[in-house]
């Protein structure tokens, strides 16, 4: 299970904020993070564009990127995470963007999923997974694989601001 009050915490450290753009999720990173006391420190809200439509209305995502690779795509999730941490002015963006089942999505199976974390100056940390299990533990899995990228960001940006 993920570390999100230890995220919380070096995001609180670095005097930064995180947004999420959900998908397949359906608000359960948020929900994660929420749970968290304190997490109003640094958590600001997000998007959850379930729909294709939202992820190009709501978050920019490009509506050729749309077209050409359907909404199940690395660079989708990519720019999802722009979208929301420009949305919600936050230091980073966090996105999930996939397929939970149980049919395939975009001609992707069950259990593919892209997650992508925003930074400052629009550095972009990616993870693709091929999750297997019902709906439910690939959502789970979703949510446990994003909060761990945003981790692996944050304590690799402490490294890069140490000196």
């Known amino acids: 299970m993920a570390d999100v009050a230890g995220v919380l915490r070096l995001l609180v450290a670095q005097g930064a904020t995180v947004a999420v753009a959900e998908s397949l999720t359906g608000g359960l990173i948020g929900a994660s993070i929420t749970s968290v006391s304190g997490a109003s420190q640094a958590f600001v809200g997000g998007v959850i564009s379930y729909a294709t439509d939202l992820k190009r209305e709501l978050l920019g995502v490009p509506g050729e990127l749309l077209r ?21 002015g936050a230091t980073y963006g966090l996105a999930v963007t996939g397929v939970a089942g149980p049919e395939p999505q975009d001609g992707r199976p069950v259990g593919t999923v892209h997650a992508a974390v925003c930074g400052p100056g629009g550095r972009i940390s990616a993870r693709t997974l091929s999750l297997r299990g019902s709906r439910e533990r690939i959502r789970v899995e979703t949510v446990d694989e994003a ?17």
């Open 68 to 88: 050409r690779e359907g909404a199940v795509h690395p660079d989708v999730a990519a720019a999802m995470a722009a979208g929301v941490a420009r949305v919600c």
């Open 147 to 163: 909060v761990d990228l945003l981790a692996g960001v944050l304590k690799a940006n402490i490294g890069e601001h140490s000196g």
